[in-house]
């Protein structure tokens, strides 16, 4: 028997306003019972949830293990001045002459991400 990933989680000083962030960024559901200043706030997507949880010291270093996001409708580009605009930050831009490479940003309390080209556009690359 296996075992299925049921959240990915992320420890953070505030739940509600950093799974409100994600939300946004992935399309999904904030639960209807999260509230700001509790201490956990889940977020549903297509493709699983995001659970939130209060911890009391602040992020310190690099994340061992980061979310690879590829937009589905717009280009890299297009996605990384959208998630700017809901409050990510630039990090580290990869992006190459020739189309490929990947974006790094942070959420809004730090956590690394990074946005890489849309099927459209790596199939136009493949030919």
Same mark, same amino acid.
């Given at each position: 028997m296996s075992a299925s990933i049921r959240h990915i989680t992320f420890d953070c000083a505030?739940?509600?306003?950093?799974? *409100?962030?994600w939300a946004r960024?992935?399309?999904g559901s904030l639960a209807d019972d999260a509230r700001p200043g509790? !201490?956990?706030?889940l977020v *549903? *997507?297509?493709t699983g949830g995001l659970l939130f949880i209060r911890v009391e010291e602040p992020k310190a270093a690099k994340n061992r293990?980061?979310?690879d996001l590829q937009p589905e409708d717009r280009t890299r580009d297009e996605e990384v001045e959208r998630l700017l605009a809901l409050g990510a930050t630039l990090q580290g831009d990869h992006r190459r002459p020739d189309g490929t490479g990947?974006? *790094?940003l942070?959420? !809004?309390e730090g956590n690394e991400l990074c946005v890489e080209r849309s099927p459209a556009e790596r199939g136009a690359a493949d030919g």
């Amino acid at each position: 028997m296996s075992a299925s990933i049921r959240h990915i989680t992320f420890d953070c000083a505030d739940p509600y306003a950093l799974a *409100t962030f994600w939300a946004r960024v992935l399309d999904g559901s904030l639960a209807d019972d999260a509230r700001p200043g509790d !201490p956990y706030a889940l977020v *549903t *997507t297509a493709t699983g949830g995001l659970l939130f949880i209060r911890v009391e010291e602040p992020k310190a270093a690099k994340n061992r293990v980061h979310l690879d996001l590829q937009p589905e409708d717009r280009t890299r580009d297009e996605e990384v001045e959208r998630l700017l605009a809901l409050g990510a930050t630039l990090q580290g831009d990869h992006r190459r002459p020739d189309g490929t490479g990947w974006v *790094t940003l942070t959420d !809004p309390e730090g956590n690394e991400l990074c946005v890489e080209r849309s099927p459209a556009e790596r199939g136009a690359a493949d030919g």
